[in-house]
């Protein structure tokens, strides 16, 4: 486990907030001694990022009214969090599920690594990389994605059995907010669902158009991105409260996990529906 590898537990009751993290530098270190596999997942996609943003500087296409870089860049991103974030919260597992995690951290790995490869591949080729199914080419590249997709979402399930099966290292608060985010985060996993099965992720119109800066969502229609988007990053939000209630309010620190839990997942639900009623997040004026 992590902690075995520092002078202090990092969730101990005496420990303070700021002790936590001493360092970026140094949780990075320990992360990668602790699952290596999806720190170099992590360590991948920045790298996968700088290419992306190397070709948004040189390659000015456009995709869907978006450039073609963009979404490249934005799931390196996304990836970097999830790996990071997973890999860190397995860690507080006891050592006899730490087999199980090595395990889902290869399927994660190399699941996260197609869907790369296939979306990059698809951006050099200045076309769509999901719901594209307008040749044969493009048809393969998108059900291999799917597929690997469908592999990801499986190791995801098999680490939640783990979390809520094992005992973590931790306080109840945080132990809490590791469980239940990631309850949310498989949730919005299955919601990623819904955009393949519509083969697009906009509701009440084609996809593209005006949207958000920076974040594309679409402001004159539904787009389901919104709540997928809110239910993936449950993953750093709720371990995160959690661990701030056992340092603030130690006392009531499972029940106030619980009650923002449930907050927050009824805000990936309310913008579910909103996306699914055709209605934008914020509309264009």
Do not use: C
Not at 6 to 22: E, H, I
Not at 26 to 31: D, P
């Amino acid at each position: 486990m992590k902690t075995a590898l520092l002078q202090t537990s990092l969730f101990s009751s005496d420990a303070s907030a700021d002790s936590v993290f001493t360092s970026v530098g140094s949780a990075l270190r320990v992360l990668h001694r602790v699952n290596p596999v999806l720190s170099w997942t992590g360590w991948l996609n920045v790298a996968l990022a700088v290419l992306a943003v190397a070709g948004l500087l040189l390659d000015h296409r456009l995709v869907t009214g978006a450039p073609a870089w963009l979404k490249p860049l934005k799931f390196s991103l996304s990836i970097i969090a999830f790996a990071w974030t997973l890999g860190w919260l397995l860690a507080d597992l006891p050592q006899a599920a730490q087999r199980s995690v090595l395990y889902l951290s290869w399927g994660l790995a190399v699941s996260m690594l197609v869907e790369q490869a296939v979306i990059f591949v698809q951006a050099a080729r200045g076309t769509t990389s999901h719901y594209n199914t307008g040749s044969a080419l493009n048809g393969a590249l998108f059900g291999l994605m799917g597929l690997f997709i469908l592999v990801n979402t499986l190791m995801t399930v098999w680490a939640l059995y783990l979390v809520w099966h094992h005992p973590l290292h931790g306080p109840a608060g945080y132990v809490w907010g590791v469980r239940l985010g990631l309850l949310v985060f498989l949730v919005g996993s299955v919601l990623g669902g819904m955009m393949i099965h519509n083969l697009q992720h906009t509701v009440g119109a084609p996809d593209g158009g005006p949207g958000l800066p920076g974040l594309g969502w679409s402001t004159r229609a539904g787009d389901l991105r919104i709540a997928h988007f809110l239910g993936m990053h449950a993953l750093q939000a709720l371990p995160l409260l959690g661990w701030l209630l056992s340092s603030w309010a130690p006392r009531w620190a499972s029940q106030l996990t619980w009650t923002g839990a449930a907050l927050y997942a009824a805000l990936v639900a309310g913008t579910f529906a909103l996306a699914m009623a055709g209605r934008p997040l914020w509309a264009a004026h």
